[in-house]
């Protein structure tokens, strides 16, 4: 079956510094990849999509790697900072047949402290 | 725009209990879809819907009926609540291939 994983041990970095989750997958090729995050108390937000012909994706201060190769996705978020700290949810698009949907991860914890 | 909404916020049953979450958007987007959200699991598709009268079910589907009726709205059934359907449901809208735009959930707990 398809299994998704995310670093379970949560993140804490310094304030500045990078930040760098890890989305691994196996067991299936994805036609895309997708990184929410989630707040305490509050649904997923959207944040990034990356396509599997495309190996890199920034948006301002994040940043999307996707390696088919190794079926992994890296996220990085560059001069961090506190208003970063959240859970970060990596979704791989399963794209087989009929069989078209999101397996998501459980997420990575980051902490940015100041 | 308020995008997603979900009511009630907070909810608590009793085994053999019925109700209704609600979900309703104004994004006029034609994929709606429920998820619930359980510790040490990562979200699970319960039912969803490409359109007004048209459903599907998800990964974890029993024990939960969904109807259609009108673009905007998608409620969430629970005919008969078990404890097991204790967990933090959300709701999620999309147009097309863009990204699912998520409420911000119902916290339910079935004693």
């Known amino acids: 079956s398809q299994k998704i994983e995310q670093n379970s041990e949560a993140l804490n970095i310094q304030e500045g510094k990078t930040a760098t989750l890890t989305c691994n997958y196996t067991?299936?090729?994805?036609?895309?990849l997708q990184w929410y995050r989630q707040d305490p108390g509050r649904g997923p937000v959207f944040l990034l999509l990356?396509?599997?012909n495309e190996k890199e994706k920034r948006k301002e201060r994040l940043k999307v790697t996707f390696d088919t190769t190794l079926k992994q996705s890296l996220f990085h978020i560059t001069a961090s900072q506190p208003a970063d700290s959240a859970t970060y949810l990596c979704?791989?698009?399963?794209?087989?047949?009929?069989?078209?949907?999101?397996?998501w991860g459980l997420g990575t914890s980051l902490a940015v402290n100041p | 725009n308020a995008g997603v909404t979900q009511t009630p916020k907070f909810q608590v049953l009793k085994t053999g209990q019925s109700m209704t979450l609600q979900c309703a958007q104004d994004?006029?987007?034609?994929?709606m879809s429920w998820y619930r959200q359980d510790p040490g699991m990562g979200l699970r598709l319960i039912h969803y819907?490409?359109?007004?009268?048209?459903?599907d079910q998800g990964e974890v589907p029993n024990g939960y009926n969904v109807s259609r009726s009108t673009t905007e709205d998608f409620p969430l059934r629970l005919l008969s609540a078990a404890p097991s359907q204790t967990s933090v449901y959300f709701c999620?809208?999309?147009?097309?291939?863009?990204?699912?735009?998520f409420g911000d959930g119902t916290r339910l707990s079935i004693l």
């Open positions: 999620a809208s999309k147009r097309g291939n863009q990204p699912q735009h």
């Open positions: 994004m006029n987007h034609e994929y």
């Open positions: 819907s490409v359109g007004a009268g048209i459903t």
């Open positions: 067991n299936y090729s994805p036609a895309y």
């Open positions: 990356i396509r599997e």
């Open positions: 979704a791989p698009r399963l794209n087989a047949g009929n069989n078209r949907k999101l397996i």
